[in-house]
């Protein structure tokens, strides 16, 4: 079975510019989670999803950073305007969740993506 | 806010030592989760601790779950190369929805 995909794996661009990170979880999962990691802050949780509603979004650092699950096998991660302090691994997870609890269930990740803002 | 904490951050051994790395939580936990992310890879799942004292084990993987529910540790026998990587522990608590997770044990292994 396929796991968790994310693209791209690198990515590398200038201060100001969007960029938009991309997830396809695990079919029939249905949570996904947005993770973003660096040597200081370790893994912290951005935003995640249950049955592509954004279930708690507390942990998105500023409104420079959005998220959005339009169907089951899809997520985006868009930062606008980028900044250096951005530059981290972003990792999307997914788990079979059912409601309450949903956590309770391993978290899958997908590869990543190194994101490089200059 | 919940904050999951864990010793030691960094850890060196020599090929055949044993290995053990502490995981605190300043709240109650429902259940914990242990992760194991190599080398520019990703976290994976290892196992997750749910009742109160429990204890599991994977091969030369100790895994336990403090009788208050708010510590945890995972301790390896014998150490191999190939248990190079961050092991990272992940908290859920009672109530919440979202797993909280340690800043990891990076643990290095000497052949």
């Known amino acids: 079975d396929a796991g968790v995909i994310q693209s791209p794996r690198h990515e590398v661009t200038e201060m100001g510019q969007e960029v938009t990170l991309r997830c396809k979880p695990i079919?029939?999962?249905?949570?996904l989670f947005w993770y973003r990691q660096t040597m200081m802050r370790g893994l912290e949780l951005l935003i995640y999803?249950?049955?592509?509603?954004?279930?708690?979004d507390s942990g998105m650092p500023e409104d420079r950073f959005s998220a959005k699950m339009p169907n089951a096998s899809f997520s985006t991660l868009k930062i606008q305007p980028s900044e250096p302090r951005d530059s981290a691994v972003y990792f999307c997870?997914?788990?079979?969740?059912?409601?309450?609890?949903?956590?309770?269930?391993?978290?899958?990740f997908g590869d990543g993506t190194r994101l490089s803002i200059l | 806010g919940q904050q999951v904490m864990q010793i030691p951050q960094y850890q060196h051994v020599q090929e055949g030592e044993d290995f053990t790395t502490y995981c605190n939580s300043s709240?109650?936990?429902?259940?914990i989760q242990w992760y194991k992310q190599r080398p520019g890879g990703h976290p994976v799942f290892l196992i997750q601790?749910?009742?109160?004292?429990e204890v599991k084990k994977q091969k030369r993987l100790t895994f336990q779950f403090g009788e208050a529910k708010k510590n945890s540790s995972l301790h390896i026998t014998a150490t191999q190369t190939t248990d190079v990587g961050t092991y990272f522990c992940?908290?859920?608590?009672?109530?919440?929805?979202?797993?909280?997770f340690g800043k990891g044990t990076k643990l290095t292994v000497n052949p």
């Open positions: 999803f249950n049955n592509n509603v954004p279930i708690d």
């Open positions: 992940a908290g859920l608590k009672g109530g919440s929805e979202k797993l909280v």
């Open positions: 601790l749910v009742k109160s004292g």
């Open positions: 997870a997914s788990s079979l969740g059912q409601g309450i609890g949903l956590s309770n269930q391993p978290q899958h």
């Open positions: 079919s029939g999962h249905n949570s």
């Open positions: 709240t109650t936990l429902s259940n």
